[in-house]
C-alpha cells in the first residue's frame, strides 16, 4: 500500500519561503515519478511540480517557475517543494502524488492515483 504524508505547511507573510516535504512508502520510491499539486477553496486541483524518478528533469508549473523548485532524495524516500517570493495567491492545500506507472512524468491530476492528505500552506499580504 503507497502511503505519501507531507509536512511543511504553515502561516507565512507575502516574499516568505517555505519547504514542504513528503515522505513515501509502500514501494520502490526510485522508480517513479512524483508531482506536486494545490487546491484553493471553490477552485479545481491544480498541477504545481513534477520531478522525475531519478530527479534529473524536472517540470514546474508556469505559475511557479523561478520561484518553487522541485526536489527529491531517493536515499530517504522523500520529496520536497521548495517555495520561495511566496505570494497570497499562493495560498491553498498542497498535495503530494505520485503514479502507478513507473518511469513516467505526468502534470494531469487524473494521471497520478496516490495521493497525501495535504498540506496548508497560507500566504498573508
Known amino acids: 500500500q503507497v502511503q505519501l504524508v507531507e509536512s511543511g505547511g504553515g502561516l507565512v507573510q507575502a516574499g516568505g519561503s517555505l519547504r514542504l516535504s513528503c515522505v513515501a512508502s509502500?514501494?520502490?520510491?526510485?522508480?517513479?515519478?512524483m508531482g506536486w499539486f494545490r487546491q484553493a477553496p471553490g477552485k479545481e486541483r491544480e498541477f504545481v511540480a513534477a520531478?522525475?524518478?531519478?530527479?534529473?528533469?524536472?517540470y514546474p508549473a508556469d505559475s511557479v517557475k523561478g520561484r518553487f523548485t522541485i526536489s527529491r532524495d531517493n536515499a530517504k524516500n522523500t520529496v520536497y517543494l521548495q517555495m520561495n517570493s511566496l505570494k497570497p495567491e499562493d495560498t491553498a492545500k498542497y498535495y503530494c502524488?505520485?503514479?502507478?506507472?513507473?518511469?513516467?512524468?505526468?502534470?494531469?491530476?487524473?494521471?497520478?492515483?496516490?495521493w497525501g492528505q495535504g498540506t496548508q500552506v497560507t500566504v498573508s499580504s
Open positions: 509502500g514501494r520502490t520510491f526510485s522508480s517513479y515519478a
Open positions: 520531478i522525475s524518478w531519478s530527479g534529473s528533469r524536472t
Open positions: 502524488a505520485t503514479t502507478s506507472t513507473a518511469y513516467r512524468v505526468w502534470m494531469t491530476p487524473t494521471s497520478y492515483d496516490y
